[in-house]
């Protein structure tokens, strides 16, 4: 059964960071670009940072630009994304999500994709 597994969301106060985790099982990531996207309540689903499956090229929202670092572990069959100076307007349930597009923004600016997680809830609050 292919799936991906978001882990490491919480309750963090503004200013504070949190890593993210997309992990992969029933298939390899090695060929997939991938891509973590946030749904706020009541907002559309949004890309926030993608990473190509090829040479590792990165694409950032230009709200997060700065803030938050897309990698990833092939050996691991893992992506990280590594939150810094959250704000409160962070908040979301952030998805990853797989696909094979012909560009890493392709693969941010469209909500169309193979697959998905499930999901995990971030929270920017004092």
């Known amino acids: 059964q292919l799936q991906l597994v978001e882990s490491g969301g919480g309750l963090v106060q503004p200013g504070g960071s949190l890593r993210l985790s997309c992990a992969a099982s029933?298939?390899?990531?090695?060929?997939?670009?991938i891509g973590w996207f946030r749904q706020a309540p009541g907002k559309e689903r949004e890309g926030v940072s993608c990473?190509?499956?090829?040479?590792?090229?990165?694409y950032y929202a230009d709200s997060v630009k700065g803030r938050f670092t897309i990698s990833r572990d092939n050996a691991k069959n893992t992506v990280f994304l590594q939150m810094n100076s959250l704000k409160p307007e962070d908040t979301a349930v952030y998805y990853c999500?797989?696909?094979?597009?012909?560009?890493?923004?392709?693969?941010?600016?469209?909500?169309?994709?193979?697959?998905w997680g499930q999901g995990t809830q971030v929270t920017v609050s004092s």
């Open positions: 990473i190509s499956s090829s040479d590792g090229s990165t």
């Open positions: 029933g298939f390899t990531l090695d060929y997939y670009a």
């Open positions: 999500a797989a696909d094979r597009p012909p560009t890493v923004q392709a693969m941010c600016v469209s909500i169309i994709r193979d697959y």
